[in-house]
């Protein structure tokens, strides 16, 4: 039986779990632009802009990878901008019964899906996120019976049950972290690589102008506007930190310069964010650097 598998505005990469298993020719996929998701709390112009050049290139290659898509625009005057009426509605066109989604990032939009049969009478399938390295199992049964709950010791047990930088039992190197080494002052003459800069194209300068006219009372400006959009370009963003920026990272990571605002960070993490980008594939990036001799 066919059946609608929305994706949230963060959920944006073919193998994330609502995916999966996803019948190609019969499954339809929903993603909703809705205002009200962008402005329950008031987020940075540039982020939401951000998020909505994303979605629509999204859109773009789920049509070109064979999916069947529906997608509900900002300002398409028949959007409700409630995420659940917009499910139904989709649900009602197709002639669908049931809908798989992806655990959202939030509880409170867990809770609001989890209404969804009560409400509108549809089957509702919630898989667990498949972009963490620590399920909730994971950290349930570390977490039990501690007394304190202390992001070292849960750091140290992340990369011995992934074998990250590990020689045998033990951390590669004889330490655990080298934050005591990590905070030397900038130096004079340092030079800072410019940062990963992706020019808006269409798209993106269509959103721009959309979050300008709808969201006037949100703060920040639009421009510049550099983020990747895609996951081919939040690889290339992620492929030119290891390349220029890794092997000082450590060194100079809380350090600040006037005028410098990006340092040696890897700007990465709003991908990971979004979907485009696993933390695995961040670390397996890191860790062949480091076996190459490009990273200390």
Same mark, same amino acid.
């Given at each position: ?36 998701? @962008? ?10 802009a951000f998020w909505l050049s994303s979605m629509r290139h999204f859109h773009e290659e789920l049509l070109q990878a064979g999916y069947r ?14 995420? +659940?009426?917009?499910?139904? %509605? ?31 009478? +549809?089957?509702?399938?919630?898989? *667990?996120?498949?972009? =963490? ?8 049964? &570390?977490?039990? !019976? ?6 070292? =010791? ?8 992934? /074998?990250?930088?590990? /020689?045998?039992?033990? *951390?590669?190197? !004889?330490? &655990?972290?080298? /934050? ?33 006219? +709808?969201? *006037?009372?949100? @703060? ?20 030119? =930190? ?6 000082? =990272? ?11 605002? &990006? ?6 993490? @709003? ?7 696993? *933390? ?8 062949? %650097?480091?076996?190459? !001799?490009?990273?200390?």
């Amino acid at each position: 039986m066919a059946k609608l598998r929305f994706l949230f505005h963060d959920h944006l990469n073919l193998s994330v779990a609502s995916l999966v298993s996803c019948d190609q020719k019969n499954d339809v996929v929903l993603l909703c632009e809705s205002k009200i998701e @962008f402005s329950r709390v008031k987020h940075h112009r540039k982020k939401i802009a951000f998020w909505l050049s994303s979605m629509r290139h999204f859109h773009e290659e789920l049509l070109q990878a064979g999916y069947r898509v529906d997608y509900v625009m900002l300002d398409d005057p028949k959007n409700s901008h409630d995420l +659940l009426q917009e499910i139904s %509605a989709c649900a009602k066109r197709h002639h669908l019964q049931e809908v798989v989604v992806m655990q959202p990032s939030d509880y409170q939009t867990q809770e609001m899906l989890l209404s969804l049969p009560k409400k509108h009478d +549809l089957a509702l399938e919630m898989l *667990p996120d498949n972009r =963490f390295l620590a399920t909730d199992a994971f950290f349930s049964t &570390w977490a039990t !019976g501690k007394k304190q709950l202390r992001m070292e =010791f849960f750091y140290r047990e992340m990369r011995k049950s992934h /074998d990250i930088l590990m /020689d045998g039992s033990e *951390p590669v190197g !004889g330490k &655990w972290n080298y /934050d005591s080494e990590n905070r030397k002052p900038p130096k004079s003459g340092l030079t800072i690589p410019p940062t990963y800069d992706n020019p808006p194209d269409v798209i993106s300068s269509a959103a721009c102008k959309l979050v300008e006219k +709808l969201f *006037p009372d949100h @703060f920040g400006d639009l421009s510049p506007f550099y983020f990747a959009v895609t996951r081919q370009q939040a690889v290339d963003a992620l492929a030119l =930190f290891i390349r220029e920026r890794l092997e000082n =990272f450590g060194d100079y990571q809380d350090a600040m310069i006037e005028g410098e605002p &990006w340092m040696y960070h890897s700007h990465i993490g @709003f991908y990971i964010n979004i979907g485009f980008l696993h *933390p695995r594939e961040c670390i397996e990036a890191a860790e062949m %650097a480091y076996q190459k !001799g490009r990273a200390p």
